[in-house]
């Protein structure tokens, strides 16, 4: 018969009655499982905490990963998901960066004026961890807690281009620091930079946002230092090597696929499409400013056969009328050559010698 398994009753309540839905309360109890210092627990915890056997244990968290509330690592052990950030700061207190990352963005929001955030990855999405609002009352909105695309703003650029578990160091991007303007929200604009933890593995992304009305291309150039000196000491704090971002210090700037809102203030005008190349066997186009060759002339037609003239009856070669009572030639003929003095042959026959007198 199986032995039953020591509960640990700082973690796990006293299961109440059987009055509900049986999964929903077998999933509860493996969230309650987690403790205060537990970052994460193996397998073998978690069924010994729930008094569930592992199969069933199994499928459970294959639901919950489904809705971001477990969160499978790499050494197959398993921590609590972003999204019971809505449900308390459980989440917080098992990754114990508020000791850290809090100090870190409130100086950067006394430093720059602009609200400052600190994102992780949560597979197809971010999530804001800590948050720090600007004194401005005109600001980027974001809270504590919530969930934004990873393929849009500065933060989650970085978040996926400085994944070690997706990109060899060798190949990030020559800029730590990304700008984006009006890339998640129309009218604001971002500064992010990544934080590494122990192994150079990506803890996550520090990021400073506010309207791109007062985040011009200058003030951005003056917030950018700032923001990879901070990445530099939370990285520090976090047991990372800060030596990748001080390499990288200058800032990598994406603009937004709208014009209207993309464009970075004083930023230069995108690069003209090449022109079309000409058809074969077409003469190249003149250079600029070199004078242009004279138009070619229209090809000449070929100038028709002229048709034989026809002369009319009663007309001589020289033009002149014939005589009165003379006989012309015959109607619709051609007159030719007079004949030949002494004869009446044809037109070029010799002429009869002359007879000698006998």
């Known amino acids: 018969m199986r032995a039953a398994p020591k509960r640990n009753s700082e ?43 592992k199969s069933t ?11 971001h509330c477990i969160q499978r690592l790499d050494d197959g ?47 197809d999405v971010r999530v804001c961890l800590f948050r720090v609002d600007s004194p401005h009352s005109l600001r980027d909105h974001v809270r504590t807690g ?3 695309p990873l393929d849009r ?45 122990p192994g150079q593995t990506l803890r996550g992304a520090l990021a400073v946002s506010g309207p791109s ?17 901070a990445a530099m000491e939370l990285t520090r704090r976090l047991g990372g090597n800060p030596a990748p971002l001080a390499a990288r210090s200058h800032v990598g700037r994406r603009r937004a696929p709208s014009r209207r809102h993309g464009k970075l203030p004083g930023a230069p005008p995108p690069p003209r499409a090449p022109p079309p190349r000409p058809p074969p ?45 003379s006989r012309g030639p015959a109607a619709g003929r051609v007159a030719g050559p007079p004949p030949a003095p002494g004869g009446g042959g044809p037109p070029g026959a010799a002429a009869p010698a002359p007879r000698t007198p006998g």
């Not at 499928?59 to 919950?64: D, Q, V, Y």
């Not at 100038?303 to 014939?322: D, E, L, N």
Request: hydrophobic share 40%.
């Open 57 to 67: 244990v199994l499928r459970l968290i294959a639901t919950l990963e489904s809705a």
């Open 281 to 325: 066997g077409a003469p190249p186009p003149p250079r600029r400013g070199a004078p242009r060759p004279p138009p070619r002339p229209p090809p000449r037609r070929p100038a028709a056969a002229a048709a034989p003239r026809r002369r009319t009856a009663g007309r001589r070669p020289g033009g002149s009328p014939p005589a009165p009572g």
């Open 11 to 53: 973690s796990l309540p006293t299961r109440p009655a059987q009055s509900g839905v049986a999964a929903v309360e077998r999933a509860l109890a493996i969230i309650n499982a987690f403790g205060p210092g537990d970052a994460s627990l193996s397998l073998h915890d978690l069924a010994t905490r729930t008094d569930m056997y």
């Open 77 to 123: 052990r398993y921590q609590l998901g972003s999204m019971l950030l809505h449900w308390g700061g459980l989440y917080q207190a098992s990754l114990r960066l508020d000791d850290h990352v809090l100090p870190v963005l409130r100086e950067l929001v006394r430093q720059t004026g602009e609200g400052a955030s600190f994102f992780t990855r949560e597979r």
């Open 213 to 229: 009305a007062r985040l011009t291309r200058s003030t951005i150039d003056e917030i950018a230092g700032t923001l990879v000196a």
């Open 153 to 197: 703003g500065a933060a989650g650029r970085v978040l996926l281009d400085f994944d070690p578990a997706r990109i060899r160091e060798q190949d990030f991007p020559a800029s730590a620091v990304i700008a984006t303007v009006g890339e998640r929200e129309p009218g604001i604009a971002a500064v992010a930079a990544p934080v590494f933890g």
């Open 146 to 148: 919530d969930l934004l």
